[in-house]
């Protein structure tokens, strides 16, 4: 099955810090999305980017699908930005099932 | 997008019991989605809960032990049977609204212990 890879797997930054998570996967896909887990442990959307480049606030990402990666960027981090990171796609040969990467921890230190 | 609840939120059991979790979406929808979110790690699907039919299970789970109703589009439970510790976990429903291949949203989940 599909293989999906996010790096760095723990990121500690200093608030007001600028970061680039990365998602890479094994295989075409038909979609792909950005969460935020927050430390309650509800997923939030952030970005449904199949292709392309998407900003929302301090928050952009670019997805070059026919090099099968994804990057999330966060500009000017604050303390709230901390919590769990996830990519997930839905690979052609899956309808609709979602496969998620192994995620990112973000610690947004004061 | 689309408004998701689960029931109950959390819960702590005893080993050997079972538990029944429910998840409403606001709008009728055709697949739902049940996960799992072992302590530490990411999401793994479990089961489609298909309205009408018998869900489709992923490898490493059954019916036996992760029962699923969907009794119409817009609902469906999923039961964690014979619980052991190792059962411990956050359970998320999700569904696509948009339909296959779109969006997908998540419930807030339901955190699981089992003593």
């Known amino acids: 099955g599909i293989q999906v890879e996010q790096s760095p797997p723990d990121l500690i930054l200093q608030e007001g810090a600028n970061s680039t998570l990365r998602c890479n996967f094994s295989d075409s896909v038909n979609n792909l999305q950005w969460f935020h887990q927050n430390p309650w442990g509800q997923l939030i959307n952030l970005f449904y980017i199949p292709s392309g480049t998407k900003q929302n606030g301090r928050l952009s990402a670019t997805t070059v699908a026919t090099e099968r990666y994804s990057l999330l960027y966060i500009s000017s981090s604050q303390t709230t930005d901390s919590g769990v990171y996830f990519c997930?796609?839905?690979?052609?040969?899956?309808?609709?099932?979602?496969?998620f990467g192994s995620g990112t921890r973000l610690s947004i230190r004061p | 997008s689309a408004v998701i609840s689960q029931k109950p939120s959390r819960d702590i059991c005893q080993r050997g019991t079972s538990l029944t979790i429910q998840c409403q979406v606001d709008s009728q929808v055709t697949m739902m989605f049940w996960y799992r979110q072992q302590p530490g790690q990411s999401l793994t699907l479990i089961a489609t809960a298909n309205q009408g039919s018998e869900a489709t299970y992923e490898s490493g789970f059954v019916i036996d032990k992760f029962p699923i109703s969907r009794p119409n589009l817009t609902f469906s439970t999923l039961t964690v049977s014979n619980m052991s510790p190792e059962d411990s976990s956050i359970y998320l429903c999700?569904?696509?609204?948009?339909?296959?291949?779109?969006?997908?949203?998540f419930g807030p989940g339901t955190r699981l212990t089992v003593l």
């Open positions: 999700s569904v696509p609204p948009g339909g296959s291949y779109n969006e997908q949203f």
């Open positions: 997930a796609v839905t690979p052609y040969s899956s309808a609709s099932k979602i496969i």
